[in-house]
Every structure is written in structure tokens, then in C-alpha cells.
Nanobody, 125 residues
């Protein structure tokens, strides 16, 4: 059974940093077509950072230069380093994987059908 478990969220002041982790299990891990999404109350889900099928990294314009996605294949873990956090970064952050699910959310050329439970990030001004 596929499991994606996020951790590392919390409350920080503007300008601070957090590193999110996503531990993957239950399938043969690959960093390709893995991504971080976020959803704030009353707003639509948005892709934040992802690793595309060709291995390239993609970022939402709002986080470019501040967030970095990375992974550790040995640990089957995806990371999101978030620096210079802003209040508008406040949201629930989700890890997602494209494992060929028929119902999926399309972004960066991947179809994300498996999701973690999310980790809350709150940035105060």
C-alpha cells in the first residue's frame, strides 16, 4: 500500500525557514513525477515545486528563488526547503506522486494521484 507521509511543518515568522519531508513507502520509489502542492483556506490547490519526468525541477513563480525541492533516493524521501517565508506561504502542504492512477491532478506533465495527509505551514508577519 502506498504511503506518503509529510513532516516538518510548523509556525515561523516571516523571513524564516522550514524544511518539509515526505517519506514514501509501499512502491518502488522514484523521484520523477514527485511534487509538493499547497492549499490555503478558500483557495485552490496549487503546485509549488516538482520533479518532472525528465528529472528537471519546476517551481511556481511565487516561490522561485526561495524554495528548493530535492530528494534522497536511499531514504525514499522528498524534501522541500523553504527560505524567506512570507505570510502568503501559509497553507497545508501536500506531497504527491504520479503512480499511474486513473484519476489524477495534472501538473508539470505528470498526473498526481497519490497524496499525503499534509503538513501545516503557518507564517506570521
Amino acid at each position: 500500500q502506498v504511503h506518503l507521509v509529510e513532516s516538518g511543518g510548523g509556525s515561523v515568522q516571516a523571513g524564516g525557514s522550514l524544511r518539509l519531508s515526505c517519506a514514501a513507502s509501499g512502491y518502488t520509489y522514484s523521484s520523477k513525477c514527485m511534487a509538493w502542492f499547497r492549499q490555503a483556506p478558500g483557495k485552490e490547490r496549487e503546485g509549488v515545486a516538482g520533479i518532472a519526468q525528465d528529472g528537471s525541477t519546476r517551481y511556481a513563480d511565487s516561490v522561485k528563488g526561495r524554495f528548493t525541492i530535492s530528494e534522497d533516493n536511499d531514504k525514499n524521501t522528498l524534501y522541500l526547503q523553504m527560505n524567506s517565508l512570507k505570510p502568503e506561504d501559509t497553507a497545508m502542504y501536500y506531497c504527491a506522486a504520479d503512480l499511474g492512477s486513473p484519476r489524477s491532478y495534472r501538473w508539470i506533465g505528470c498526473g498526481f494521484g497519490y497524496w499525503g495527509q499534509g503538513t501545516q505551514v503557518t507564517v506570521s508577519s
